[in-house]
């Protein structure tokens, strides 16, 4: 039976890191995320709060980590449309979760920021509304500047 699950961990090519248990047979751990109150509750939508998680795995969750991947490339590893990706991209950056840099010619750069620079909860929806419209509400606009492109 043992040379049985040797064969099977060893035919296995899925590569994914495994602790030690304490049956010395190696595992994967029995949790790999924690996922604050404070997020939880924010009020994001399900591809917001997707998108967001992803992008705070590649930046390592700090405001020095930067992320520059194609928005098709995002969405296809998230599973979501390139459109779904780009309006939540769009809340993520007016609500201040991320920090947008323009590359010309190249992708654009992206950084998670800290939760003080966040707006308020309650102006979420007013946000989520203007970028998900086809006539953006000025008045965000004036106040948090970006644009997005499709690609």
């Given at each position: 039976?043992l040379?049985?699950?040797?064969?099977?961990?060893?035919?296995?090519t899925?590569?994914?890191?495994?602790?030690?248990?304490?049956?010395?047979?190696?595992?994967?751990?029995?949790?790999?995320?924690?996922?604050?109150?404070?997020l939880?509750?924010?009020g994001?939508?399900?591809?917001?709060?997707?998108?967001?998680?992803?992008?705070?795995?590649?930046?390592?969750?700090?405001?020095?980590?930067?992320?520059?991947?194609?928005l098709?490339k995002?969405?296809?590893?998230?599973?979501?449309?390139?459109?779904?990706?780009?309006?939540?991209?769009?809340?993520?950056?007016?609500a201040?979760?991320?920090?947008q840099?323009?590359?010309?010619?190249?992708?654009d750069?992206?950084?998670?920021?800290?939760?003080?620079?966040?707006?308020?909860?309650?102006?979420?929806?007013?946000?989520?509304i203007?970028?998900?419209s086809?006539?953006p509400?000025?008045?965000?606009?004036?106040?948090?500047?970006?644009?997005?492109?499709c690609?």
């Open positions: 039976m040379s049985e699950e040797k064969n099977f961990e060893n035919s296995n899925l590569s994914v890191e495994k602790s030690k248990s304490s049956t010395g047979i190696n595992e994967p751990p029995a949790s790999v995320a924690y996922i604050h109150g404070f939880d509750e924010y994001l939508d399900p591809y917001e709060f997707r998108l967001y998680a992803h992008m705070v795995r590649r930046t390592g969750g700090k405001p020095k980590g930067v992320f520059f991947a194609s098709k995002t969405a296809e590893i998230c599973d979501m449309s390139v459109r779904k990706a780009q309006q939540a991209l769009k809340v993520l950056i007016k201040n979760l991320l920090k840099t323009k590359r010309g010619g190249r992708t750069e992206y950084r998670v920021t800290l939760t003080s620079e966040w707006i308020s909860k309650e102006e979420l929806a007013k946000i989520r203007d970028a998900t086809s006539k509400d000025k008045t965000i606009d004036t106040v948090i500047k970006t644009d997005i492109t690609e």
